[in-house]
């Protein structure tokens, strides 16, 4: 994966958590900066083969209630090869309760594979789970659906699911 693209990925993550360490406003609980997401995910082509691998990611508040932005990595095998997934999703957040959180959210998709590039459309909806008040640790399950721009149009389902570790 080229130097251009990790760093068109993370430059405006770097620049919202920056802008969030500066903010000097009063709030009731105090936010991460970040959250770092590590988990599984699964894929399933739709026809196609299944694949499954580990996934991480780094999510930031860019508009408090309004704009989560999270830029994450994805290697999933099946039949021997593998995929480099990698998403740039912006997702609206819903607070269900105090332990509970929903957001929807769209944005591009990367695949890199020895067959080449592609390029698709991902769309999620991600539950955050947060059992203790003091949200020092939390779980995650974000169901996706995915759409290639690419000759073809492939489409896929999938899953990811993991601990969710905030960033202070």
Same mark, same amino acid.
């Given at each position: 994966?080229?130097?251009?693209?990790?760093?068109?990925?993370? $430059?405006?993550?770097? *620049?919202?958590?920056?802008?969030?360490?500066?903010? +000097?406003? %009063?709030? =009731?609980?105090?936010?991460?900066? $970040?959250? #770092? @997401?590590?988990?599984?995910? &699964?894929?399933?082509?739709?026809?196609?083969? !299944? !694949?499954?691998?580990?996934?991480?990611?780094?999510?930031?508040?860019?508009?408090?209630?309004?704009? @989560?932005?999270?830029?994450?990595?994805?290697?999933?095998? !099946?039949?021997?090869?593998?995929?480099?997934? &990698?998403?740039?999703?912006?997702? +609206?957040? #819903?607070?269900?309760?105090? +332990?509970?959180? *929903?957001?929807?959210?769209?944005?591009?998709?990367?695949? /890199? !594979?020895?067959?080449? =590039?592609? =390029?698709?459309?991902? *769309?999620?909806?991600?539950?955050? *789970?947060?059992? =203790?008040?003091?949200? +020092?640790?939390?779980? /995650?399950?974000?169901? $996706?659906?995915?759409?290639?721009? %690419?000759?073809?149009?492939?489409?896929?389902?999938?899953? &990811?699911?993991?601990?969710?570790?905030?960033?202070?």
């Amino acid at each position: 994966m080229s130097r251009g693209l990790w760093l068109a990925m993370i $430059a405006p993550l770097l *620049f919202v958590a920056a802008a969030r360490a500066e903010d +000097k406003k %009063t709030e =009731t609980e105090k936010e991460p900066v $970040a959250l #770092f @997401e590590l988990g599984g995910a &699964t894929e399933w082509g739709l026809p196609g083969a !299944s !694949s499954i691998g580990p996934s991480a990611a780094v999510e930031v508040t860019a508009i408090r209630e309004w704009l @989560e932005i999270e830029a994450g990595v994805t290697p999933l095998i !099946s039949g021997g090869r593998t995929e480099w997934e &990698t998403d740039l999703l912006f997702k +609206k957040p #819903f607070k269900l309760s105090d +332990k509970v959180e *929903f957001m929807i959210g769209a944005g591009p998709q990367w695949t /890199f !594979s020895r067959e080449g =590039t592609r =390029t698709a459309a991902e *769309f999620v909806a991600d539950f955050m *789970f947060w059992p =203790t008040a003091d949200r +020092k640790l939390g779980w /995650f399950v974000q169901p $996706a659906y995915s759409y290639a721009l %690419t000759s073809g149009h492939e489409q896929s389902l999938g899953v &990811t699911a993991g601990l969710l570790i905030p960033i202070q």
